[in-house]
């Protein structure tokens, strides 16, 4: 999984700054290779919260969830994607992936039949009040989004005061 880089089209929907988005992003994808895959769950559904048209959101949310084992879930992160974003290339290729990987792993397991997938004790939708993580990450989204505004802003007047020589 690569991180793609912030086009228009990507953030166009988002009532976030494309800026902020991108930092968002970039914590996410870290989170998710240091392999810290509670928070980048966090950060990926609150990514898809903010801004549910973007597919990399939706990708980085499957392959978290599919890292923890949890395919009925990936699957779902996944389907919601593509009804987010109908024929998006990136998740179909992703869901041809996920469907392998799962059959690896049912293999691995001995199993022929869809291993169940449970979220209870892992942090999942619904365990311990984590559907309003969400809600909770997309306000941490815009709280950081003022940050930047305001950085922004501090870095634009210092570039616009006179020098001395």
């Not at 992003?25 to 989170?31: A, C, P």
Request: charged share 20%; net charge positive; with cysteine.
């Amino acid at each position: 999984m690569t991180m793609p880089t912030a086009t228009p089209a990507m953030t166009a929907a988002s009532p976030l700054p494309p800026s902020t988005l991108d930092i968002c992003r970039s914590v996410g994808f870290e989170l998710y290779k240091s392999r810290k895959l509670p928070e980048a769950e966090v950060v990926a559904r609150g990514l898809v919260a903010a801004d549910p048209g973007n597919w990399y959101h939706h990708s980085l949310l499957t392959a978290t969830l599919q890292k923890q084992g949890r395919f009925a879930e990936a699957f779902a992160a996944l389907d919601a994607g593509l009804v987010a974003i109908p024929a998006q290339p990136d998740l179909i290729t992703l869901r041809t992936e996920l469907a392998a990987s799962h059959v690896r792993v049912l293999k691995a397991r001995g199993k022929d039949a869809p291993a169940t997938a449970t979220t209870a004790g892992k942090g999942g939708a619904g365990a311990n009040g984590a559907d309003a993580a969400p809600v909770q990450v997309f306000a941490m989204l815009q709280v950081v989004s003022r940050i930047v505004d305001r950085e922004v802003e501090i870095v634009t007047a210092w570039q616009s005061t006179p020098r001395l020589a």
